[in-house]
């Protein structure tokens, strides 16, 4: 049971638009970043989201996150076959034992 | 450019103690923005954070550890080998899982990974 609740998955052909959701409360989303992870099977994380919608140097516009309240989402456009990975959030939580904090991943078809 | 690669036995039998050691090589983990971290993920599963510590001691044994491992995990630095390891006590079945060495900026990022290394718990 994952902190953060994420769909367990999404498809979309490729050229689409796809969301992905990450709920979680007022002790970890509601009060710090929020992150998000490219995984393609086998390989390690890697970073794609941080500072809840900023991109790291080298990842596509196409890519974009936003925060409101105590959810946070990821948004892509012009979906690739490279895309289909699994895709992760997560956060600092500040409850009364601080630590990372993850969703469970959403696996992303690109049909 | 910062590269993380981690080390370890591979395989422990049940109720083992395991050592993971992370070599950093591109930076120092001498600092202060940073944290030096673990994450784990079980075969076919999500990811799990197991524990951060802090590179500068300036700021004390700043360190923090996922309370659902039950005190089992210790974090330790060595900035002579600029490394920092991992040890997990008593470990089971559910410990078998793909580790990885992660450097993350203060709360904010993970940003940077290892390729991960399998532990594989069993008899």
């Known amino acids: 049971q994952s902190v953060l609740t994420q769909p367990p998955s999404v498809s979309a052909a490729p050229g689409q638009t796809i969301t992905i959701s990450c709920s979680g409360s007022?002790?970890?989303?509601?009060?710090?970043?929020v992150s998000w992870y490219q995984q393609v099977p086998g390989t390690a994380p890697k970073l794609l989201i941080y500072?809840?919608?900023k991109r790291p140097s080298g990842i596509p516009a196409r890519f974009s996150g936003s925060k409101s309240g105590t959810s946070a989402t990821l948004g892509i456009t012009g979906l690739q076959t490279g895309d289909e990975a699994n895709y992760y959030c997560?956060?600092?939580?500040?409850?009364?034992?601080?630590?990372?904090?993850f969703g469970g991943g959403t696996k992303l078809t690109v049909l | 450019q910062l590269h993380l690669q981690e080390s370890g036995p591979g395989l422990v039998k049940p109720s083992d103690t395991l050592s993971l050691t992370c070599t950093v090589s591109?930076?120092?983990?001498?600092?202060?923005?940073?944290?030096w971290g673990w994450i784990r993920q079980p075969p076919g599963k999500g990811l799990e954070w197991i524990g951060s510590?802090?590179?500068?001691?300036?700021?004390?044994?700043?360190?923090f550890y996922n309370p659902s491992l039950k005190s089992r995990a210790t974090m330790s630095l060595d900035t002579s080998r600029n490394q920092f390891s991992l040890t997990l006590t008593s470990v089971t079945a559910a410990d078998t899982a793909v580790y990885y060495c992660?450097?993350?900026?203060?709360?904010?990022?993970?940003?940077?990974w290892g390729q991960g290394t399998l532990l594989t718990v069993s008899s």
């Open positions: 992660v450097r993350t900026y203060g709360d904010y990022m993970v940003d940077c």
């Open positions: 591109g930076g120092s983990i001498r600092s202060s923005n940073y944290y």
């Open positions: 510590k802090i590179g500068s001691s300036y700021y004390g044994a700043n360190t």
């Open positions: 007022t002790s970890n989303i509601g009060v710090s970043y």
């Open positions: 500072d809840n919608s």
């Open positions: 997560a956060t600092w939580d500040t409850s009364m034992s601080p630590g990372w904090v």
